[in-house]
């Protein structure tokens, strides 16, 4: 069970990082969404996590790559406007809002098909 939630997560990573590649990187949430519906996971709680935890690592390293392209000029321009002691705390807090709206993505895709009728919940 537990080999199943790595590859699911790494699923989820993977989808991640070709999807923010190519579109901007709020429409992460409708793969995550469909997936979120499509894996075996019966509870909600793995569901939320594997999409919480794979957005998190997923946009802090876009935030950190996007950091290192424009030399961090714009993060330190922005923690200086929010009063931010660094750097590394916008793009934390940047991640965890990601990470939040991933977990509920997925969250919300296993309980749509759960109201369906197509699975049942044991959560």
């Known amino acids: ?8 997560f790494f699923m989820f990573l993977i989808t991640i990082l070709l999807v923010s ?3 901007p990187i709020w ?3 409708i793969p995550l969404l469909i997936i979120g ?8 709680t793995p569901s939320f996590l594997l999409g919480f935890s794979s957005v998190f690592l997923a946009w802090f390293l876009l935030m950190m790559f ?7 000029l714009l993060s330190s ?3 200086t406007l929010f009063k931010l002691p660094s750097k590394w705390l916008l793009i934390s807090i940047t991640a965890l809002v990601g990470a939040l709206l ?20 044991n959560a």
């Not at 069970?1 to 699911?8: A, G, L, Q, R, S």
């Not at 991933?102 to 919940?121: E, P, R």
């Open 37 to 44: 519906s499509i894996i075996y996971s019966t509870k909600s």
């Open 27 to 29: 429409y992460i949430f």
């Open 21 to 23: 590649y190519f579109v």
């Open 1 to 8: 069970m537990k080999n199943n939630n790595i590859y699911t």
């Open 77 to 79: 321009k922005i923690t």
């Open 102 to 121: 991933g977990g509920l993505s997925t969250w919300f895709g296993k309980n749509l098909k759960s109201s369906f009728g197509l699975l049942k919940d």
């Open 66 to 72: 996007m950091d290192i392209q424009n030399v961090g």
